[in-house]
């Protein structure tokens, strides 16, 4: 009996090890540009490219399809700044670019912005 309290303890602390992982997985970190989202194809990432050079509000919109708390955020008036982001982010300027995120209200998981910040609240 002993035994089977053992085997089945050591197979909870497993199950609840590996539960625990997955959201860090599934949620990635979106300020990285080299980090490619489960909607990322080729066309997809040109067409967002596009977007972002223009200022195309509309188009990025499109391509959004409303997923996301960033569509909720994000508005034709403050899509520029958040194309600069897009900008800063792939020159490797991740300060100034979490800088405008948060005064956009975009906290990446750590509760920084307004609202939930990506709803993890946790400090990776």
């Known amino acids: 009996m002993n035994k089977t309290l053992l085997g ?6 497993l199950a609840g090890g590996v539960a625990m992982t997955l959201p860090s997985v599934a949620s990635a970190y979106r300020g990285d540009p080299n980090i490619k ?10 067409a967002m490219e596009a977007a972002f050079e223009k200022g195309d509000y509309n188009a990025w919109k499109n391509l959004m399809q409303g997923r996301g708390r960033v569509t ?4 034709k008036d403050n899509f520029s700044k958040f ?4 900008q ?3 020159e490797g300027k991740t300060a100034e670019a979490q ?3 948060q005064e956009l209200g975009l906290g990446l998981q750590n509760g920084t912005g307004k609202g939930m910040g990506m709803g993890q609240n946790r400090n990776r």
């Not at 089945?8 to 602390?13: E, H, I, S, T």
């Not at 909720?72 to 508005?75: A, E, G």
């Not at 194309?83 to 897009?86: D, G, L, S, W, Y």
């Open 8 to 13: 089945l303890g050591a197979l909870a602390l």
């Open 37 to 46: 989202g489960p909607n990322y194809t080729a066309e997809r990432h040109t």
């Open 72 to 75: 909720q955020v994000v508005t």
């Open 83 to 86: 194309a600069q982001i897009h």
């Open 88 to 90: 800063l982010t792939e």
């Open 99 to 101: 800088k405008i995120r």
